[in-house]
């Protein structure tokens, strides 16, 4: 059983700059949620993706967009980049079915942003 | 919308001793409660969880108790060992159909020394 992949590992942008994440689900989860992590903190949602559909998004604005593609591999594109995006971009997948969902969530390594 | 309060936010104590952290949330209609342990450079890693309609679960040496009266919650860690050294987290969601999404507590950083 594949876990959750991410990448790159690691990316140094500066303010103003675009970026993109990418996420592997782990093997048979079908529904990928991002989370922000600050360093001393806890993640913070961002958004969830269902079936290639965003279907629940926390406090972030506009600037910060996802993609689900049909084999549930997700991108986090994040435009304008501020300071304050600096941090750990984590991905976790879970599994949906018709009407219900377990729940458990299972993250990737994440990716550490920089924003100089 | 939930928020969740975690205590100690930092726990010592010597190999073999029991700890215990603790977590409040605040929306009632929460009914999953996982906690993840993280390690330093990595992801956050499922230990345990328990749903509101259980009050107890335990998984070795691994324990958690849910008060949804007081809405609170406890991990609990017996026979500690320096591998359990790591930032714990609490988290509380409401799992519907669109799916889980996660209100973490700020984490509580336990060393556990030999």
Excluded: M
Aim: charged share 15%; hydrophobic share 30%; aromatic share 10%.
């Amino acid at each position: 059983e594949t876990g959750v992949t991410q990448s790159p590992t690691h990316l140094i942008k500066t303010r103003g700059q675009q970026v993109t994440l990418r996420c592997s689900s782990q093997s048979g989860h079908n529904t990928v949620s991002w989370y922000q992590q600050a360093l001393g903190q806890g993640p913070q949602f961002i958004f969830q993706y269902y079936r290639e559909e965003e279907n629940g998004r926390g406090n972030f604005p506009p600037r910060f967009s996802g993609l689900q593609f049909p084999n549930y591999s997700s991108e986090l594109n994040v435009n304008a980049l501020e300071l304050d995006d600096s941090a750990l971009y984590l991905c976790a997948s879970s599994l949906g079915v018709a009407g219900a969902h377990t729940g458990e969530l299972f993250f990737g390594e994440g990716s550490r942003l920089t924003v100089l | 919308g939930e928020n969740v309060e975690q205590h100690p936010s930092t726990l010592s104590v010597q190999e073999g001793d029991s700890a215990v952290i603790k977590c409040t949330y605040s929306d009632s209609a929460s009914n999953y409660f996982p906690w993840y342990k993280q390690e330093l450079g990595k992801g956050p890693q499922l230990i345990i969880d328990i749903r509101s309609n259980v009050g107890e679960k335990k998984d070795q040496r691994i324990a958690v108790t849910l008060n949804k009266t007081a809405k609170h919650f406890s991990l609990h860690i017996t026979e500690t060992q320096p591998e359990d050294s790591a930032v714990y987290f609490c988290a509380a969601s409401l799992i519907n159909q669109a799916g889980t999404a996660l209100i973490f507590g700020k984490g509580t950083t336990l060393s556990v020394s030999s």
